[in-house]
């Protein structure tokens, strides 16, 4: 059960840990500042699409090699089991991508754009096949779901390769703006609910 005020406090459950909700009520604007800089950057990253598409790869790529050398160390870690052999060829095939996708990141942005714009295609197909054929509750949806997946897939493909200077970086922006939004609601949530300050010894008040 959730309040129902009217200040948008109906985000906030009531159901949640009152102690950690009134600490979190008191420092409510870093929720806020968080939601602010959060879009602040995703507005960024759509306005320099390129240079954004390059810094996600080129992550991408550090957390593979920090993700392959962590399953080498782990497989030597564990001793002789028998998946040894599989942990440490992870590990190997891990760290080499990763330092590839670091070195050539231009190039990887192409062939991580190819792969986003094949699984939309895929999925849209997908989704249209099964709204037509199993006609679910509201298929309707899935099916104008499914055709915009689809010709967003297209559209990528159309335009490769100058769709790789874009696509990563635009839709790591559109990510972090609804992220931005999201924590600012919730602050603003925060501020507005009734949470009763004896909250930090288990006891709450909450409005209907």
């Known amino acids: 059960m959730s309040n129902t005020s009217n200040d948008g406090s109906a985000l906030i459950p009531s159901s949640a840990p009152l102690a950690e909700l009134a600490h979190c009520q008191r420092q409510w604007w870093c929720l806020v500042a968080l939601g602010v800089?959060?879009?602040?950057?995703?507005?960024?990253?759509?306005?320099?699409?390129?240079a954004s598409s390059v810094g996600v790869t080129v992550a991408f790529g550090v957390?593979?090699?920090?993700?392959?050398?962590?399953?080498?160390?782990?497989?030597?870690?564990?001793?002789?089991?028998?998946?040894?052999?599989?942990?440490?060829?992870?590990?190997?095939i891990y760290t080499v991508t990763g330092f590839m996708v670091s070195e050539a990141p231009l190039q990887s942005t192409a062939v991580i754009t190819m792969l986003a714009a094949s699984m939309f295609c895929v999925i849209g197909v997908f989704r249209i096949a099964s709204a037509i054929s199993m006609r679910y509750s509201q298929w309707g949806w899935g099916l104008l779901n499914g055709c915009v997946t689809l010709l967003l897939g297209v559209m990528v493909f159309k335009q490769f390769p100058e769709s790789a200077l874009w696509l990563i970086g635009t839709l790591f922006g559109v990510d972090m703006i609804f992220n931005g939004i999201t924590w600012s609601a919730i602050g603003l949530a925060l501020k507005n609910a009734d949470v009763d300050q004896d909250a930090a010894t288990g006891t709450v008040a909450a409005t209907n």
Request: net charge neutral; charged share 0%.
């Open 63 to 92: 957390v593979l090699m920090i993700s392959g050398l962590a399953l080498i160390i782990s497989a030597f870690w564990t001793g002789n089991w028998s998946a040894f052999l599989v942990h440490l060829l992870a590990g190997i």
């Open 37 to 50: 800089l959060l879009s602040i950057c995703g507005f960024i990253a759509i306005a320099f699409p390129l």
